[in-house]
């Protein structure tokens, strides 16, 4: 696992172990609060013995889930006496998917027996504002890869930490175009200086405007582009011929995954848009 420093009190870690999922401790005056919790209990340990070894033991005070996804909730039950923050579909989903999706992957990852499903304690709707030592902290929903996903905004430091409604390439097959078009509209309107993504390397200060009008410009051309091959009554067979980078972004973050996610995309929009 990758750990970086994005600010004196912000520690960002990066799975070695699943396509680069993302988990971001910061420091406070009065504890640590994380966001996302990781899939393998391995890492989420290291990230933990990280944070008690850099701050102190049981520093830990909240743990914030971004969204419902097994990458970013395994972990969950091994943050022992944090209180766990999601927004209220999070909890729901987990509640009514979770124990078979957690069973079906014990059986085929076996890195996985020992965890244990934690429903988030703490839920809200559409924003809180969370105030630990000298640190503020506004969290609010940012529908669109998933309809329970949520964004943390660590206000003096214009830390961004998204979960996946920002990746290398946005991932709506769960999701919906235009809740996660609004949603990087709301991220650009808050001006950050930096993005954690849920996904891959942090976007730096003078790349964040680019990145999220990147984001919104693929989403609208991969529409463009199943739209016209609807039209034309090409079989779905055709998305394949349309390529990543042609809808512009790159082929080489997450180790090349980013081409499938992106094919994901188009065949899931042909499903969605195609008369029936």
């Known amino acids: 696992m990758r750990i970086d420093r994005v600010a004196e009190n912000v520690y960002v870690f990066i799975s070695d172990l699943y396509v680069q999922v993302v988990s971001t401790a910061i420091l406070t005056a009065e504890g640590a609060v994380v966001v996302d919790a990781l899939a393998f209990p391995s890492e989420t340990r290291e990230a933990i013995a990280f944070i008690e070894r850099t701050y102190r033991p049981g520093a830990i005070r909240y743990l914030i889930l971004t969204h419902h996804h097994a990458d970013h909730t395994y972990g969950a039950y091994l943050f022992e006496g944090a209180e766990v923050l999601a927004q209220a579909g999070c909890r729901e989903m987990l509640e009514r998917v979770g124990p078979a999706t957690l069973a079906r992957a014990k059986r085929e990852t076996p890195a996985l027996a020992e965890v244990e499903l934690r429903l988030p304690n703490m839920t809200f709707e559409r924003e809180l504002h969370l105030h630990l030592g000298d640190a503020h902290l506004q969290v609010f929903h940012t529908p669109g890869h998933t309809a ?9 430091e214009k830390i961004l930490i998204t979960g ?6 946005p991932h709506i097959v769960h999701g919906d175009v235009q809740a996660l078009k609004a949603s990087l509209q709301k991220m650009l309107d808050l001006n950050p200086g930096f993005i954690i993504q849920g996904h891959g390397e942090v ?3 003078g790349e964040v405007e680019e990145a999220i009008q990147g984001s919104i410009a693929y989403l609208d051309t991969i529409v463009a582009r199943v739209s016209e091959v609807i039209e034309k009554g090409a079989p779905p067979s055709t998305l394949r011929e349309i390529d990543i980078e042609s809808c512009g972004r790159s082929r080489i973050p997450l180790d090349g995954l980013v081409s499938r996610l992106h094919l994901d995309n188009l065949i899931a929009l042909y499903k969605r848009m195609a008369p029936r």
């Open 148 to 156: 329970d996903g949520i964004s943390v905004f660590y206000t003096e």
């Open 164 to 169: 996946d409604a920002m990746m290398p390439v």
């Open 203 to 205: 976007i730096l200060r």
